[in-house]
Nanobody, 123 residues
């Protein structure tokens, strides 16, 4: 079981990036998939998640980020628009069983993690 995150890079403020999270060894459709980020010197924080229903976003990214999902390709994306310097962080995708209890914003409830991908937003 693996998650592979990719798509990070350097972008100017106001720009866009699309991160990808590809799964192997399991099917995304049975899981909640979340995106988290960790800025230098800060704790890992929740960004967004999606299950079979509507996606959910933390307030700081709502209206700017979306989380498209391609079940056929077993890939979840994080489309990031109107990027700000404060979005600079290492971004991680993670997956947890869809029926697992606990807050979907709690990183400790996720079973599988991809490696991080660095997003740097310049001012």
């Amino acid at each position: 079981v693996q998650l592979q995150a990719s798509g990070g890079g350097l972008v100017q403020a106001g720009g866009s990036l699309r991160l990808s999270c590809a799964a192997s060894g399991f099917t995304f459709s049975s899981y909640t998939v979340g995106w988290f980020r960790q800025a230098p010197g800060k704790e890992r924080e929740f960004v967004a998640h999606i299950t079979s229903g509507s996606p959910y976003y933390t307030d700081s990214v709502a209206g700017r980020f979306t989380i498209p999902r391609d079940n056929a390709g077993n890939t979840v994306y994080l489309q990031m628009n109107s990027l700000k310097p404060e979005d600079t962080a290492v971004y991680y995708c993670a997956a947890r069983y869809k029926n697992r209890g606990g807050s979907t914003a709690n990183a400790n409830t996720y079973n599988y993690w991809g490696q991080g991908t660095l997003v740097t937003v310049s001012s």
